[in-house]
């Protein structure tokens, strides 16, 4: 695969991940074009079916990319898919690959938030070590063979919530300093720290 790249679809319409996205390449390749998934009409709707985060990455890349094809975008195209959880100890390990469903198929964030609270303490806890997985697939449009960059951040989840930053189950994420959430990082403090920055300092790499 060309270490060449111009143009990146990032294959999501998460538009919090788009720009932490969209904010890294940016920094580390200046001139890089990316767009999300709000770019298109029409998009498809890929079923998530893999049980790890890599295969759902990769079933996210190579789907859109495909699409794209069909549709007359150039080969040299990237496309970029982000598959990426929480998992939690005291759950076994859930909601790992359906965190974004874990209250349903088109569960909110608070819906998924309310979901985890009641699991936990269902189980008779307040809090779990719980960690964050990110990885991120990258192929071109033209099919040429997928590359793979994955990162993970531990923190503690509680049933606690606090702050307002971030997304997804990022207010219930406290640090394992237990002094405060991930959701009361600014965009940089996160970007530094966490699952996805991990990942993405892979793929920087990478393109160096």
Known sequence: MSRTIERVVVASGNRHKVQEIRDELE?????????GLDAFDGVPEIEESAPTFAGNATLKAEGIAAWLA???EPGSTHVLADDSG???DA???HPGVRSARFAGDHATDAENNQALVRALRARGLEHSPAHYVCVLALVRVDGQPCALFEGRWDVVVRTEARGTGGFGYDP??????G????AELTPQQK???SHRGAALRQLATWLR
Request: one cysteine or more; proline letters at 3%; hydrophobic letters at 50%.
């Open 172 to 177: 219930h994420a406290w640090l394992e300093q």
């Open 86 to 88: 929480i998992c939690v």
């Open 70 to 72: 069909a549709r007359g």
């Open 91 to 93: 759950l076994d390990g």
């Open 179 to 182: 002094t405060r959430t991930v």
């Open 191 to 193: 970007a530094e720290l």
């Open 27 to 35: 920094r580390v390749a200046p001139g890089i074009v990316v767009v």
